[in-house]
């Protein structure tokens, strides 16, 4: 088989329209390769997001709920502390118990002395 310029010219076209071909197909599977991995990896992220927005909310509810928990604690604390205060006060008009005891003691002899 012999080969001219023009036999060469057209094994020469037909391989550089094969290979292309085959360029163009790779390049088009490529392509879709890369699209569908694009694709899976918005769905994780996104997917990661909403798992992260609702631990966020998660944790800012939490926090709120611990600042109102706080919130009520202090104020229960005044409360306390203001009838401490009172208490002290009043503790200190009263009489103990033992003091108590004496007076009524004596007031129970005066009253027998005065009986008689």
């Not at 706080?70 to 033992?98: P, T």
């Amino acid at each position: 088989m012999e080969i001219n310029e023009s036999k060469l010219k057209s094994i020469l076209t037909e391989q550089r329209e094969e290979s292309q071909h085959f360029v163009e197909k790779q390049r088009l599977q490529f392509e879709l390769f890369v699209e569908k991995e694009r694709h899976e990896y918005q769905h994780y992220m996104g997917v990661l997001k909403e798992d992260f927005e609702s631990k966020v909310q998660l944790v800012g509810e939490q926090y709120h709920n611990l600042t109102e928990m706080v919130g009520s604690m202090m104020e229960d604390v005044q409360i306390i502390k203001s009838d401490v205060h009172f208490l002290k006060g009043a503790l200190k008009k009263k009489v103990d118990y033992e003091e108590f005891e004496t007076l009524e003691k004596r007031v129970a002899l005066l009253e027998a002395k005065i009986k008689k």
